[in-house]
């Protein structure tokens, strides 16, 4: 007799997601047959994904358009039951094109991803302090950092990973970004909320934490909670004045006491639910603040560089558990971590100019506790080129003191190494300094 | 022959993640390597031996035994 065939899973893909196409070729094994649907424009701007994907994956190019609904191309006949992505700029053309192939309804909540839409919905059922408006002239600005009052964030309704931010403390820096910035399509104007330092007392611990977690249908279970390093942050440092904001690191499992821990568990339950959230894997960042925690926003995939993380520490491997409650499978109970882990992207102090540096990946990778670098930045590199980042590697150590020795001396190498210090409290003069937020960095927000 | 198998995967695996000392348990994928990087290993070693590696065994496996194994077996 034989095997019965495996569901077809349609994954819109692009590059530099959550997960690789390897990640996905294994994940999928004995569960789905992954079915890669890449956007024209991806396409074209990769000239070799495809091939390499259609090596083996099979792979189809979908029509440019940002109305998927409409014009699906080949999708529907393709036989799917379903349809994900680990990439956040693919999450509203995955969405459109799972209600296609199952002739779902349409969603709760209209646009989930869509930070204004979450500030909204999050406010109103209660979850959240943050007060939002959108922006999308000068006078937008203006007439919302009055509605408000400051200090304000202006931030892309749609986007991850930091970019055309800017931190706006007064009057006379929201009248400078209104002369500086050039694009204003599809902005927010959001309060911004005071950060309080972790209360682990590491000095490189930031005041973001994030929750992973598998939602099938409604019932939801919290993969893991991760500690991150602190959000660096180059006032004006970005194009058309914005400031030049990078996440630098997450830290798993979190070391947040267990009373925080639950409430961080909680709180993103109930903003999922809020948002209407189901059959798949979600990336919650919160902000420890002196009055409790704070959702900052709700990411509808699992977050990039992460996956590797919980397979370091023996847990299931989440891009699989994506694909499953994609296909509506129940997800696994929650494990119990071997071992912690990390994976750090710290950037340079001071970002202009080139790099100069003798460091070659091999120096880090025979560090104690090193598993797997990624990236360095090169000799004669712009800083510019990896978006200010010196390197993206992973550390694993048994337990948390052997992490922070880990990291401590990843952070010297680096420091030495580029003659020029991470963007990150001096772990030294931070220890010796008394606790509260770092006068050298800005407070975390989301990215 | 077999040695000199060895020897050769070794060294592209090296050349390819820039390491030195690379033990027979490591999975190129979670040490540092990507997809084109495991393209591009996996034909370096395919020129160098004159015979086909299948990318579709690499990447479900890609510790440094299984794709010596795999070269060996290639080559008989």
């Known amino acids: 007799m034989s095997a019965p065939a495996l569901p077809r899973l349609g994954i819109c893909h692009a590059p530099d997601g959550a997960a690789n196409l390897r990640e996905v070729f294994r994940a999928a094994r004995d569960l789905c047959v992954p079915v890669l649907l890449v956007d024209a424009r991806v396409a074209a701007a990769h000239p070799d994904l495809v091939a ?4 083996i994956l099979e792979c189809h190019v979908l029509p440019a358009t940002d109305d998927p609904e409409s014009d699906p191309g080949p999708v529907t006949g393709l036989g799917l039951a379903g349809v994900t992505t680990f990439h956040d700029d693919e999450l509203e053309r995955a969405d459109a094109l799972d209600r296609l192939v199952r002739g779902a309804p349409a969603p709760a909540v209209e646009a989930p991803w869509d930070k204004l839409v979450q500030r909204r919905v999050l406010h109103a059922a209660g979850l959240s302090a943050v007060r939002a408006a959108p922006v999308e002239s000068p006078d ?44 204003w399509d599809g902005m927010l104007l959001e309060t911004r909320i005071p950060a309080a330092p972790h ?15 598998v939602s099938a249908g409604t019932r939801r279970i919290h993969l893991g909670v991760l500690d991150k390093l602190p959000v660096a942050v180059g006032r004006h440092e970005g194009p058309e004045g914005t400031d030049a904001v990078n996440v630098q690191g997450d830290i798993l499992p979190s070391v947040l006491p267990a009373d925080l821990l639950d409430r961080a568990r909680d709180l993103t339950g109930r903003a999922l639910d809020a948002l209407g959230v189901r059959d798949r894997v979600t990336h919650t960042e919160l902000l420890l603040t002196p009055s409790g925690l704070e959702v900052m926003e709700v990411n509808g995939r699992l977050a990039g560089h992460t996956a590797r993380l919980f397979r370091l520490v023996g847990a299931p491997d989440p891009v699989r558990t994506a694909l499953a409650a994609a296909l509506g499978a129940e997800p696994d109970a929650p494990f119990e971590p071997d071992g912690t882990a990390a994976g750090l992207f710290p950037t340079f102090r001071h970002r202009t100019g080139t790099v100069r540096t003798a460091l070659r990946p091999r120096d880090l990778r025979e ?27 992973t550390v694993r150590a048994d337990d948390r003191p052997g992490l922070d020795g880990v990291i401590t001396r990843v952070l010297a190498t680096l420091t030495e190494g580029f003659a020029d210090p991470a963007g990150l409290p001096d772990p030294v003069a931070a220890a010796a300094a008394p606790p509260g937020p770092d006068p050298t960095m800005e407070h975390p927000t989301c990215v | 022959m077999d040695t000199k198998i060895d020897d050769i995967v070794r060294a592209e695996w090296c050349e390819v993640l820039d390491v030195t000392s690379p033990e027979p348990g490591d999975d190129f994928f979670e040490i540092g390597g990507n997809s084109l990087l495991a393209v591009s290993l996996v034909e370096r070693v395919e020129s160098r031996l004159g015979v086909e590696v299948a990318l579709e065994d690499f990447f479900l496996d890609g510790r440094l035994e299984t794709l010596v194994s795999a070269a060996r077996a290639a080559a008989k």
Request: glycine share 12%; with cysteine; aromatic share 4%.
């Open chain 1, 52 to 55: 390499l994907a259609s090596r």
């Open chain 1, 140 to 183: 937008d600005l203006h007439r919302a950092y009055a509605e408000l009052g400051g200090p304000c964030v202006l931030k892309p309704r749609r986007a991850a990973g930091g970019r055309g931010i800017a931190f706006l403390d007064g009057p006379d820096e929201v009248a400078a970004h209104a002369a500086a910035r050039r694009v």
């Open chain 1, 199 to 213: 209360p682990a007392g590491t000095p490189w611990l930031g005041s973001l934490v994030s929750v992973e977690t």
């Open chain 1, 367 to 393: 560090l104690p506790g090193v598993q797997a670098v990624d990236e360095l930045a090169g000799d004669g590199d712009e800083k510019a080129a990896l978006q200010y980042r010196m390197t993206n590697l």
